[in-house]
């Protein structure tokens, strides 16, 4: 089935600024709460989110095999276990409703006042139950960069980290939506020159810049995904910000690795891009040397050109870029993850995510996260109205951007912005 809606010609009857991330070439997914406190699943062109529950029941999508409630649940994970034959035909039906030369609903007021809404008018909800998440360290950079802090600058590398996707377990609990705060956490560290651990408020949160994508039901308990198939189950993308707390890390993390330092809260862009729309910006990936075993070998463009950028706000002030990188810079593919993550048979679900690790840039204006941008704190980043920030601070608003861009064509991510609160404070 062709994928209609990536023509760049095709232009929509709802109005798109020129420089928004939602044209009607990007079709996302996601599901929000209506003006009427229902919760619906819809996508967004420019700034009209689309309620796709509506939309069914009114008859658009007849032809297309959906049952009666696929778009009336909290969650996007039936939906997505439809699989990627489903959401390509259902991407397309939209573009098609929503065709500048379609007079259908362009022209049916009654039918327009219960499908479309103002993005003022909703909010956002998390769109899919995350059932198992997943984290990997896939950017070269910001391993080289971690090691060389912690380690020995010649062997900044651990000896498996070029031979396979390094990743971990998180918990999925703590994974919100873009505009919820979380709390700055407490725990255990070994402050510098102490003799003894200590309680207390972690006193260096950080973010991490990633994306992470969000998967279909893949496999059978024992059954391996081939890398040539992985991107099939692959749903889509979002932003992703995997808070950490590095005095609570670096105490814990010996030898079994992240733990609480990065399970306290992970924050997300809500609109979820499908791979179908981003197939225009494919790119290479960076060069593998030494050559992966055969289950992880892959030829061709199998990464994505996607600018990221990060930017703080101290409370009631305006924002600061921090720093500008780039998806494509990780050196594991999301395939290969996928892969890798399935080589000893774990069974994959519909909802599943895996984030991509920390994304880091070769330049030091490209670094992924505080701890490298400050570089532990030696080298504090200038904000505006002459502050600096060494890491986040209480009420400092973290904002996530991302988005693709090609021959005047662009596709986006919107945005995670979450602002960091005091700790929880025990009576």
């Known amino acids: 089935m062709p ?18 991330d939602f044209p009607i070439q990007n079709i996302p997914f996601g599901v929000f709460l209506t003006r009427d406190d229902i919760i619906t699943i819809g996508s967004r062109i420019g700034d009209q989110a689309i309620d796709l529950g509506a939309l069914h029941q009114l008859g658009y999508f007849e032809g297309i095999p959906l049952t009666d409630d696929i778009f009336l649940q909290d969650t996007l994970n039936d939906f997505i276990s439809g699989g990627k034959k489903t959401w390509r035909a259902v991407r397309n039906r939209i573009s098609e409703i929503f065709d500048i030369d379609n007079p259908n609903l362009q022209n049916n007021e009654d039918h327009k006042k219960v499908i479309l809404f103002s993005m ?13 998440y997943t984290d990997f360290y896939s950017s070269k950079e910001h391993a080289t960069n971690v090691g060389t802090m912690f380690r020995d600058p010649e062997n900044a590398l651990m000896p498996n980290w070029l031979h396979i996707p390094v990743g971990y377990h998180g918990r999925s609990s703590t994974i919100v939506p873009s505009g919820i705060p979380v709390r700055r956490p407490l725990g255990q560290t070994f402050p510098r020159g102490a003799d003894k651990p200590v309680f207390g408020p972690s006193r260096l949160v950080d973010f991490e810049l990633e994306m992470a994508f969000i998967t279909t039901d893949a496999n059978v308990m024992g059954e391996p995904i081939a890398i040539d198939d992985a991107e099939n189950y692959i749903f889509g993308m979002v932003l992703f910000n995997d808070w950490s707390a590095r005095d609570i890390q670096k105490w814990e993390y010996v030898p079994l690795g992240p733990f609480l330092a990065k399970n306290f809260a992970s924050s997300i862009s809500p609109w979820i891009v499908t791979l179908d729309a981003l197939e225009p910006f494919r790119v290479e990936s960076p ?3 030494p050559e992966p075993f055969p289950y992880l070998r892959q030829k061709g463009q199998n990464s994505f050109d996607i600018n990221l950028e990060v930017a703080i706000a101290p409370e009631d002030e305006e924002e600061t870029m921090v720093t ?58 200038q904000l505006k109205h002459h502050k600096q920030r060494k890491f986040i601070e209480d009420h400092d ?17 919107g945005e995670v912005a979450t602002k960091l609160l005091p700790a929880h404070q025990n009576k």
């Open 287 to 289: 060069e593998q040397d």
């Open 324 to 381: 500008r990188s780039n998806f494509k810079y990780l050196y594991w593919t999301m395939a290969q993850q996928l892969a890798h993550h399935t080589i000893n048979g774990c069974k994959i679900n519909s909802g599943d995510m895996m984030g991509s690790g920390t994304i880091s840039g070769p330049t030091p204006d490209s670094y992924g996260s505080m701890l490298e941008l400050s570089w532990q704190g030696t080298k504090p980043v």
């Open 3 to 20: 994928i209609n809606t990536n023509n760049p010609s095709k232009k929509s009857w709802l109005k798109v600024s020129k420089d928004s």
């Open 120 to 132: 003022d008018e909703i909010e956002m909800q998390l769109p899919v139950q995350i059932g198992d």
């Open 397 to 413: 608003t973290v904002i996530l951007k991302g988005y693709c861009e090609k021959n005047g064509a662009r596709i986006g991510f």
